[in-house]
């Protein structure tokens, strides 16, 4: 889309003159211990590896403390239904939510009556009160819960309070296997995505290009299902300096 990159002509990514490996350090001494940064005025290959690294392939251990993951994705199409709460136009939300995944990924994902032998996301509208009645957590509003087999994802439940159908897309993404969010402040690097949290200046309601670029990054063919971390982080970091264009901070 015209406009949507810095400049007028494709921008490289700033060459860093050092390439730490920041998320390495920020999972061995904690976040606090990550370098203060400006904000990403001109982003580097080594912010989009630490964005899509953060996003998909950390997880929390039984003690809450991050450790390393595995690529979690979907293999084939992905049958999408809608259920709960009739809301007005919200299908035609959906569909066009599905319809730049779909693009992203190179996989179908469908709005459907049913279930069939695809994979499977239900998304259900609920009343206000009940998600968080249901999950025990007051404060949730939006809730994703995925189902897979060694990283292939299988069928994901999404919850979504009908106050809060602006969670959509950050819920989508967590359906397509990005676990976490990302704390701008603590890494050090404001990133515009749907996965900041809801009151941050990083937050956005739609896909961002930076969430458009994790997409469609961790569903190359050089990240299977199943990938350890170890593994992916090179080809993750191969993949990205191959993209010659690179979204700004803000967008
Ligand atoms: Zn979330």
Redesign the pocket.
């Known amino acids: 889309m015209p406009g949507l990159w810095r400049g007028a002509r494709p921008t490289r990514w700033r060459r860093a003159l050092v390439a730490p490996a920041l998320v390495g350090a920020w999972l061995a001494l904690g976040p606090a211990q990550a370098a203060a940064r400006d904000p990403v005025d001109q982003p580097s290959v080594d912010d989009a590896v630490a964005f899509v690294d953060t996003l998909a392939l950390i997880r929390e251990n039984p003690l809450g403390k991050p450790e390393a993951g595995w690529v979690r994705r979907w293999r084939g199409p992905v049958a999408v239904t809608l259920e709960g709460v009739a809301v007005p136009g919200f299908s035609a939300v959906v569909a066009t939510s599905l319809k730049r995944i779909s693009e992203a990924t190179g996989l179908a994902f469908h709005l459907a009556d049913h279930a069939g032998a695809d994979g499977h996301i239900a998304i259900r509208v609920r009343h206000q009160g009940v998600v968080a009645a249901s999950f025990g957590q007051s404060d949730a509003v939006c809730l994703t819960s995925t189902f897979g087999e060694a990283g292939e994802l299988h069928r994901a439940i999404v919850d979504i309070s009908e106050g809060y159908l602006d969670c959509l897309d950050?819920e989508l993404m967590?359906a397509l296997g990005f676990n976490n969010?990302w704390h701008g402040a603590t890494m050090g690097r404001s990133i515009a995505t749907v996965?900041a949290p809801r009151h941050s200046r990083d937050r956005r309601r739609a896909f961002s290009a930076w969430d458009i670029l994790a997409i469609r990054t961790l569903y190359r063919a050089e990240l299977p299902p199943g990938l350890e971390r170890d593994e992916a982080l090179p080809r993750l970091r191969a993949i990205l300096l191959e993209e010659s264009v690179v979204p700004a901070a803000g967008r």
């Open positions: 950050h967590h969010h996965l």
